[in-house]
């Protein structure tokens, strides 16, 4: 099966860049989707084929996806962006997530 | 308005079967390019993609989890239905379905409403 690699965590202060990466081979030739989890409440997704916002999505979150690497990148990060984020792809036949990254903005 | 909610039972014994229905209103798995999909999230841990199943019925599974899992549609009730077998202590999680979007030739599939969950606990 296909394997998303994310770090972990991810601190940064009120107002700076978080960018959070999601690796996997080749996955610049697939689409990626990233998924915004608060603690208690169901995913939301923030990107979807690699660098689209669904309605409703600030525009500080975006995304890119070359190589081996997509990037979720939240310009000027806001304390309510404090989550956990999925990557996630379509691999063929099945569906992949990443581990999770915990965003925290302090 | 695309709406999901899960329900099941809260609690299975080891070894038993579990059953979840999704039911769901502002789309119709008749119609094509329709999609659901489970995924799980066990307590603390990571999302984790179960089974997707389509308008024309083509279901795709975890490979990991692929003998254990069946998903089914019922178009006339809106409902599809996630039944996992040999329950243990690890499959302990939150339960979610989602409706599924298929674009560019089936190339990008992502999650686009999600229902609340439910949590399914294993044990004796």
């Known amino acids: 099966s296909y394997e998303l690699t994310q770090p972990p965590s991810l601190s940064v202060s009120p107002g700076q860049t978080a960018s959070i990466t999601c690796s996997g081979d080749k996955l610049g030739e697939k689409y990626v989707s990233w998924y915004q989890q608060k603690p208690g409440q169901s995913p939301v997704v923030v990107i979807y084929q690699d660098t689209k916002r669904p309605s409703g999505i600030p525009e500080r979150f975006s995304g890119s996806n070359s190589g081996n690497t997509a990037t979720l990148t939240i310009s000027g990060t806001q304390t309510v962006d404090e989550a956990d984020y999925y990557c996630?792809?379509?691999?063929?036949?099945?569906?992949?997530f990443g581990g999770g990254t915990k965003l925290t903005v302090l | 308005q695309i709406t999901l909610q899960e329900s099941g039972p809260t609690l299975v014994k080891p070894t038993q079967t579990l059953t979840l229905t999704c039911t769901f209103s502002?789309?119709?798995?008749?119609?094509?390019?329709?999609?659901v999909g489970w995924i799980r999230q066990p307590p603390g841990k990571a999302l984790e993609w179960l089974a997707l199943i389509y308008w024309d019925d083509d279901q795709h599974y975890s490979p990991s989890l692929k003998s254990r899992l069946t998903i089914t549609k019922d178009t006339s009730k809106n409902q599809v239905v996630l039944t996992m077998t040999y329950m243990d202590p690890v499959d302990t999680a939150t339960y979610y379905c989602?409706?599924?979007?298929?674009?560019?030739?089936?190339?990008?599939?992502?999650?686009?409403?999600w229902g609340k969950g439910t949590t399914v606990t294993v044990s004796s």
């Open positions: 989602a409706h599924t979007v298929t674009m560019i030739r089936g190339r990008v599939r992502y999650m686009d409403v």
């Open positions: 996630q792809t379509w691999d063929y036949t099945t569906v992949a």
């Open positions: 502002g789309f119709s798995l008749k119609t094509s390019g329709e999609g």
